[in-house]
């Protein structure tokens, strides 16, 4: 019955759709499962054959784009100051690890913080309250979205593959792997201080609230 609400989730129209609410939201709430959703659409394009892997891939990295322009204009438009979650010590700190580091190397930290949820959010934002050029930075972070989105997406085509089960068990497998890595990886660059993690008592930031 699942396997059969996945595949009806897979060839319904709202699918693609779904999949870019999911991610651009994300940009924002980082409670949001942008990541899992793009590695499950990932594994559903292999194991069902709807959507196509290379229009899930599309769609992610234009979503996910479209976020990281839009807290970009927030930042730019609104500053650091408006609301009170940014007043914070631990997210001005967020936010002076990524000023600190966006005028030295703005595509390597932008690179990296796309696969950051946290950190993603705070490089936007301090990316358009510090006015760094719009063209040289959306061109990167174009770049990292699209590359985002065909790993997130190819982990999910790679589970499907290798993994016997139908859908379900393509899925399910796909976003814990798609899970571990990313819990893996959060580890070992906040361990080496080379992006910022999500305070444990900091509730889910949220530019518009």
Known sequence: MVDDWLTGLAESPWALPLLAALVFGDAFLVVLPGETAVTAFGALAVATGHPFIVAVILVAALAA?????????????????????????????????????????????????RFIPFARLAVNLVAGASHVPAARYLGVTGTAALGWAAYQALIGAAAAVLLPGGPIVAVLVSIVVALAIGFVVDAALARRGVVPTAPADTPPADPLG
């Open 65 to 113: 784009f479209a976020g990281d322009t839009c807290c970009y204009l927030i930042g730019r438009t609104v500053g650091l100051e408006r609301w009170r979650w940014m007043q914070q010590p631990k997210i001005r700190a967020a936010f002076d690890w990524a000023r600190a580091r966006l005028h030295r190397r703005a595509g390597a930290v932008v690179f990296t913080a």
